[in-house]
């Protein structure tokens, strides 16, 4: 029986069309010519122009500050949020399950108006606060995701165990359960990160002067900057994005085959 080759032939253009423009991007930031439309031969000058734009790292430091914070409260938070979903079951804990889960599904410029609506109401300035507050919300919520997914065969037998032993729930849960959950709240971790960092629409919403991030000071520089420059500093922060995706992918497959 002949195979198709159609899934194959599939397969290859779903592939081109992803990764096609993100190759070309990449290609075009080492081009010689000012606007990119056409090759002028290979050159580093415009990864070095990237150093001598101050705009361009306080919007990275910015964004760097946002996301370590982020990060840090979402996996403190989500985590405990994963655990309390798995382990008390209640009527009460479908809503919780609800609350987790929607800023998940809620489309990023529905969440970025209403946050911003939502500060505007409280009086609250705009400014690196709000950006913090604002991607906290949806952070928490795939730190909690990843958590509860751990946590789907995890042996609750050696809690038991260890507390038979004359362990009290605090040196339990710092000898024994985090240890065992530590890559899936690593992983739910570097999630965060990548988010945080790559984030626009919610971030372009709830930003004050002077709290400008990375991915939007690339947006505010397509109609005024250089394209060659643009596609330098988008290529950087697909390398930081891509090595966060690649150490979490790691660390699924360190906990998988342990």
């Not at 403190?76 to 609800?98: D, E, K, N, P, T």
Request: with cysteine; glycine share 6%.
């Amino acid at each position: 029986m002949k195979h198709s080759r159609i899934p194959l032939i599939t397969t290859i253009g779903v592939l081109l069309f992803f990764y096609l423009p993100v190759a070309v991007m990449v290609l075009f930031s080492f081009n010689d010519s000012r606007f990119g439309g056409q090759w002028r031969g290979f050159t580093l000058k415009w990864y070095q122009l990237i150093w001598d734009q101050r705009e361009i790292w306080d919007a990275f430091q910015n964004t760097l500050i946002i996301a370590v914070t982020v990060t840090l409260v979402s996996v403190i938070v989500g985590a405990c949020a994963g655990f309390a979903l798995h382990r008390y079951q209640s009527r009460l804990q479908s809503w919780h399950y609800g609350l987790v889960y929607t800023p998940l599904v809620v489309p990023d410029i529905l969440m970025g108006i209403s946050l911003l609506l939502f500060f505007l109401a409280l009086g609250v300035p705009l400014g690196l606060t709000t950006i913090f507050l604002a991607q906290t919300t949806f952070c928490i919520s795939y730190v909690a995701m990843v958590t509860l997914a751990r946590l789907q065969d995890f042996d609750f037998a050696v809690i038991e165990a260890a507390q038979d032993l004359g362990a009290n729930w605090w040196t339990t849960t710092r000898r024994v359960l985090l240890p065992l959950l530590a890559p899936g709240i690593a992983a739910g971790a570097l999630l965060a990160f990548t988010l945080s960092i790559d984030d626009f629409v919610i971030s372009f919403f709830v930003a004050g002067p002077g709290s400008t991030t990375l991915p939007i000071r690339i947006y505010s520089m397509i109609k005024h900057g250089s394209p060659t420059l643009i596609n330098a500093l988008s290529t950087i922060l697909l390398i930081i994005t891509f090595t966060a995706v690649w150490l979490a992918q790691k660390l699924h497959l360190w906990r998988t085959h342990e």
